[in-house]
């Protein structure tokens, strides 16, 4: 039976599926600056023309010329609060509140007769989104009850000074960072301290000069590349301890990592996504300790729309999205069906398209599949196959234009394949013949099948045949045959087998005339 191949796998690192937003389907503009998903999994899209919504299948827009409330179209940061309202930060440091019945309000908020101009905007467990300005902090009362028609001022917000800032003495702009649920980070060129959002005082000061925050790490730990040496570090925020937890780690292809990241988000349990100008995207499987780069590839729609990579935001059911200056976004599933493969191409120009009829892996990914003409090694996370034959006792090359049917590996990473109508093989993990299995005429010892379907691993030691003239058993550590004759198995002798199935007490038989 032969089958049309094709890659289902769930969590999979390699091989990610995605889909793009730009001016053609929708985008208003392509500079993307900043990006929030709302409590009901729309993106909203801060741009240098305008503020975008993307429910997944269409795109609202939101420019000034329209809504005066939000007083400029150059978006430079999007927030989404705890209440789902969306804080929009424009040029200029004017704030737009859009409510949860999506209507626009302008903040107003004057001190002395005079403006304060908003330098960014986060989120906080206590207090929701936080206005951070040159005077201190603003959050909207909870009873915020937005008197003045579409505007919100003063009244409507609670002012928090930030304790104990005037004693470090730090000068210069600086960037906000939400660290956690319980501190935030303001980051210097030299310097940054840890803000505690309950009480909004500075805790700590800590000399890391040329700080590019990425991640909270381990407990207590910022996870931050080094401008100035051009290292991914960690630092413990209570014992100041710097380590290096990436040092050593390359990508798929055996590359070291040397990209100036610029965004990290942790996406599951165990991986995180980074962003570096001009390097695509990484994924780093924490557990796993691997790091697999994606980049865009121009013959491959699917693959990401430009390597310029930057901001990143993580939706509801596992959707990413990556900011791809100056094409727009790139997003896929994290959790999704991967995609296909349909073209295997070794190094020396062989190739090969057409009809897969087995296939297995032991680590999952590195796969063995079997064709109509031989077997081919596919490593995923490099896309590279390499196509395998091996030269039997006569001299003759064994797969050399024979169909593989079914192919399985062995606990001790052994390769068994069928050959048609050749019986079967088994290939080391050194990728040597060790075993090449006929039928022989007369010799009870011999596989008796003539022509094997189905190799099956088994839970007792042994791999499972069936084929033509029934079914056998090989014991894959002597490589002993042995043919059930005499048993209640033999009345399979006459019959042909096209499936096996094993649980803990029974075997499963199918037959091609006589049922199961």
Not at 19 to 33: A, C, E, F, R
Not at 286 to 297: D, L, S
Not at 298 to 321: E, R, Y
């Amino acid at each position: 039976m032969i089958f049309i191949f094709c890659i289902w796998k769930i969590n999979a690192q390699s091989n990610i599926a995605f889909q793009h937003l730009n001016t053609t389907n929708g985008l208003s503009y392509i500079g993307v600056h900043s990006m929030c998903v709302d409590k009901k999994g729309n993106l909203w899209i801060g741009t240098g023309n305008g503020l975008n919504m993307f429910n997944g299948k269409t795109v609202e827009k939101y420019f000034a010329s329209d809504y005066p409330q939000l007083q400029s179209s150059n978006i430079q940061t999007v927030v989404c609060d705890v209440k789902n309202r969306i804080w929009v930060l424009t040029s200029g440091g004017f704030v737009t509140m859009i409510d949860e019945k999506r209507q626009l309000h302008r903040v107003s908020v004057y001190e002395e007769n005079k403006w304060i101009r908003t330098n960014q905007i986060f989120n906080s467990d206590k207090y929701g989104a936080i206005l951070y300005t040159g005077k201190g902090n603003y959050s909207l009362k909870e009873n915020g009850l937005f008197r003045h028609g579409d505007s919100i001022t003063k009244n409507d917000f609670d002012f928090l000074p930030i304790k104990e800032w005037s004693k470090y003495k730090m000068k210069g702009p600086n960037k906000t960072f939400q660290l956690n649920g319980d501190y935030y980070l303001l980051i210097h060129q030299d310097a940054f301290v840890r803000v505690k959002y309950a009480t909004n005082t500075v805790e700590k000061k800590y000399s890391v000069p040329n700080c590019t925050a990425l991640t909270g790490w381990e407990t207590d730990e910022l996870l931050f590349y080094d401008r100035g040496t051009g290292e991914v570090k960690s630092i413990n925020l209570l014992t100041e301890e710097i380590k290096y937890p990436l040092k050593g780690t390359k990508d798929q292809y055996g590359k070291p990592l040397t990209a100036a990241f610029s965004h990290a988000l942790k996406i599951d349990d165990h991986r995180y996504i980074f962003t570096a100008p001009n390097e695509g995207i990484y994924i780093y499987n924490k557990a796993a300790g691997t790091f697999y780069n994606y980049r865009h590839e121009i013959t491959d729609p699917a693959s990401l729309s430009n390597n310029n990579t930057s901001t990143i935001a993580a939706g509801q059911k596992n959707w990413v999205f990556i900011n791809c200056t100056i094409n727009g976004i790139s997003y896929f599933n994290a959790n999704d069906i991967i995609g296909n493969q349909s073209v295997f191409i070794d190094n020396r120009g062989s190739w090969y398209d057409g009809n897969i009829a087995g296939i297995d892996t032991k680590d999952k990914d590195t796969y063995y599949i079997g064709t109509l003409q031989g077997m081919v090694e596919w490593k995923r996370s490099t896309n590279t196959s390499s196509f395998i034959d091996y030269k039997g006792q006569d001299g003759n090359l064994l797969f050399k234009n024979k169909e593989i049917t079914s192919i399985a590996i062995d606990e001790n990473n052994n390769i068994w394949a069928t050959v048609k109508n050749d019986g079967l093989v088994v290939i080391g993990k050194n990728k040597k013949l060790i075993k090449h299995f006929r039928n022989a005429p007369g010799n009870k010892r011999s596989l008796k099948q003539k022509d094997v379907s189905l190799i099956k691993n088994g839970t007792d030691g042994y791999m499972w045949i069936c084929g033509r003239n029934g079914i056998c058993r090989i014991s894959i550590k002597t490589f002993e045959i042995e043919n059930f004759e005499n048993t209640a198995l033999q009345r399979f002798d006459s019959l042909s087998i096209s499936k096996l199935f094993i649980d803990k007490n029974y075997l499963w038989i199918s037959t091609t005339i006589k049922g199961l």
